[in-house]
């Protein structure tokens, strides 16, 4: 069956390093998101792409962060200068088209010392 | 935008029990989704049910998109059950971002 895969499944990274989080939704799929789950709450959406550019983004989705599909297969969420504060699961996921199900990757765990 | 509102918060059950867990949202939905945080992070897709009844084995969802509200249904449950369960709909926004309801934590003792 197919499915969304991310790596690292762990990473720990310095304050202030950048960080690249990587996903492979699933091939026929159209409509790309990016959520975050900091520990023990719920889950928040980020980020929505769409026909190769972001078609929506939350308040969280400030400028240090930035996605891309760069090669129609991998899509990315890049944090510049990770704060504590950045320190969660973030999770991929991917749908269809509109009005069907959305698949969500195994998530990162992202620790920020 | 849609508030998402699960219940109870936290649910402790013996195993064989069954439970309901519901799920309210204040505006018309065009997709609800029920997924299952396992111990170790992953969101496991439960339930695609805008509408209707579905089942899948023990579990088994409705939702009633007239009156904005969702169940889910554990029968017999089992140890292995345990975890959150989140709803996540989403409503008129065209770009299919899932808003997410608080979660259910569910703890099932043997």
């Known amino acids: 069956e197919p499915e969304v895969t991310q790596t690292p499944s762990h990473q720990v990274t310095q304050m202030g390093q950048e960080v690249i989080l990587r996903c492979v939704p699933i091939s026929n799929h159209l409509y790309f998101y990016w959520y975050r789950q900091i520990l023990g709450q719920k889950v928040e959406f980020l980020v929505s792409?769409?026909?190769?550019?972001?078609?929506?983004k939350s308040e969280i989705f400030d400028d240090q962060f930035s996605v891309e599909r760069p090669d129609g297969s991998n899509f990315t969420l890049k944090i510049r200068s990770t704060k504590l504060e950045d320190s969660a699961m973030y999770f991929c996921?991917?749908?269809?088209?509109?009005?069907?199900?959305?698949?969500f990757g195994q998530g990162t765990r992202l620790t920020v010392v | 935008g849609i508030q998402v509102e699960q219940s109870p918060p936290d649910l402790i059950l013996q195993e064989g029990a069954n439970s309901t867990l519901r799920c309210n949202f204040s505006?018309?939905?065009?997709?609800l989704q029920w997924f299952h945080q396992n111990p170790w992070g992953q969101l496991i897709n439960l339930f695609y049910i805008p509408s209707g009844t579905k089942q899948n084995g023990r579990l088994s969802a409705t939702t009633v998109a007239t009156e904005r509200y969702s169940l889910l249904y554990i029968s017999s449950s089992q140890t292995t059950d345990s975890g959150v369960y989140f709803c996540?709909?989403?409503?008129?926004?065209?770009?299919?971002?899932?808003?997410f309801g608080q979660g259910t934590t569910l703890q099932v003792k043997p």
């Open positions: 505006d018309s939905v065009n997709n």
């Open positions: 996540a709909v989403f409503g008129s926004s065209n770009t299919g971002k899932l808003i």
């Open positions: 996921a991917s749908r269809e088209v509109l009005n069907t199900e959305a698949f």
């Open positions: 792409f769409y026909n190769n550019e972001i078609s929506e």
